[in-house]
């Protein structure tokens, strides 16, 4: 029995001293980095949650969330670092479902009807400067497909970024149509 204690200890150590390390296991910063991450995104998916209109259908998601990113902390806490990271990343999940569907049903909604404005208003007039703003939408319309077949996740941040860039598109757009019936309105 202490022979075989003697050769692991001596494996250890021989690993230790060639620098190798078992690729499971973390650094400290990396998991304190994946824990932050967590607690603000399980933030963000709970006021995310809410904005949706079926924000009842998320509540495990965001429970989840909060719940994993506490254990996460705690978990960092007690130096436990893989278990720490696991949390953290299980929290992280259920976050991006909250954002995922969010992106789906606000974001890429919005881009595609403003695409649509752009196109109708393009047979009108072909030199639209709005037709500057489809490369942005295709982008949008993009990331929703790659979301859609699960080919792609999104933060937080490129939620929040996509989604005024939608909004300010769209108001945009408004601006514009309503400028040109203004104008189009004439008395004699």
């Not at 603000?40 to 990113?69: C, I, N, P």
């Not at 049903?105 to 196109?119: M, N, P, T």
């Not at 859609?148 to 601006?175: K, P, R």
């Amino acid at each position: 029995m202490r022979i075989a204690q003697a050769i692991g200890g001596m494996a250890v150590l021989i690993a230790l001293m060639s620098g190798c390390q078992p690729s499971n296991l973390r650094t400290m910063t990396e998991t304190q980095a994946k824990v932050e991450e967590a607690k603000d995104e399980a933030e963000r998916a709970k006021s995310t949650a809410q904005m949706l209109e079926s924000s009842d259908q998320y509540a495990m998601d965001v429970q989840q969330a909060e719940v994993e990113a506490s254990a996460a902390e705690s978990k960092l806490k007690s130096k436990r670092l893989d278990d720490a990271y696991v949390s953290a990343m299980q929290s992280l999940s259920a976050s991006q479902r909250i954002f995922r569907q969010f992106y789906l049903e606000r974001v890429a909604k919005l881009a595609e009807q403003s695409k649509k404005a752009i196109e109708d208003e393009m047979q009108k007039d072909s030199d639209t400067p709005l037709k500057k703003m489809l490369p942005e939408l295709d982008r949008i319309l993009d990331v929703a497909n790659q979301l859609q077949t699960g080919q792609a996740e999104v933060s937080s941040n490129t939620m929040l970024a996509d989604l005024e860039t939608s909004t300010q598109t769209d108001a945009i757009i408004v601006g514009m149509t309503k400028a040109k019936i203004e104008s189009d309105v004439s008395f004699d």
